[in-house]
């Protein structure tokens, strides 16, 4: 997260409730929020723009999963070399790469 107003309070308790480490963007560092933000635009353009998406919230969280699925496992990504996250992630920092779904991708950023 980027550290804004709207994630603390009440939902960076539920995050703690619920065992999720949550990763703080350090402020004024443009690399790492380069990577939220690219993140964004993909999800906004290719995802939420592009898929009907259901309303039904076990509907929803089925079709998100696809989607990640596809995203870190599947898409190829430019800045990457032409690699998916999971494969640049297993060339690359082999030590981080795990299975564990509450450990983010994000691993880099300082922890809150």
Known sequence: ???????????????????????????????????????????????????DLPLDLKELN???????YICNFLRPSRPLGGKTPWEYLRENFREVVSFDAKLSQMYWTRIR
């Open 1 to 51: 997260m980027d550290g804004g107003s709207e994630f603390y309070g009440e939902f960076e308790k539920e995050y703690q409730k619920r065992g999720i480490r949550l990763y703080v963007v350090r402020p004024h560092r443009r690399e790492e929020q380069a990577y939220v933000e690219r993140a964004q635009g993909i999800h906004r353009y290719e995802f939420y723009e592009s898929y």
């Open 62 to 68: 089925q079709v998100v999963r696809e989607w990640e």
